[in-house]
């Protein structure tokens, strides 16, 4: 998938306390939802969305210590 803000790919980056994340403008949020949860990625969505300089407003989406960063990163990639 393709960041809407970037222009770049989505990027899944990891942690080595929390587990993979991915950041994600809020307006991209439902089309990678809808891609995790067809593909059964257990996920959760941070409450808290950050706007800065004006820029569109970015959340965080967790996949914890127990989620595959290759997989999903692999999935975002399939999307295009």
Do not use: C
Request: net charge negative.
């Amino acid at each position: 998938m393709i960041d809407e803000m970037t222009r770049n790919p989505l990027r899944v980056s990891t942690d080595e306390v929390a587990g993979p994340y991915l950041m994600v403008t809020v307006e991209q949020l439902e089309s990678v939802r809808k891609r995790l949860d067809d593909h059964e990625v257990r996920y959760w969505v941070d409450g808290d969305a950050i706007s800065l300089d004006g820029e569109p407003a970015t959340t965080v989406v967790n996949f914890g210590v127990a989620g595959d960063a290759e997989r999903i990163q692999a999935i975002l990639d399939e999307a295009g």
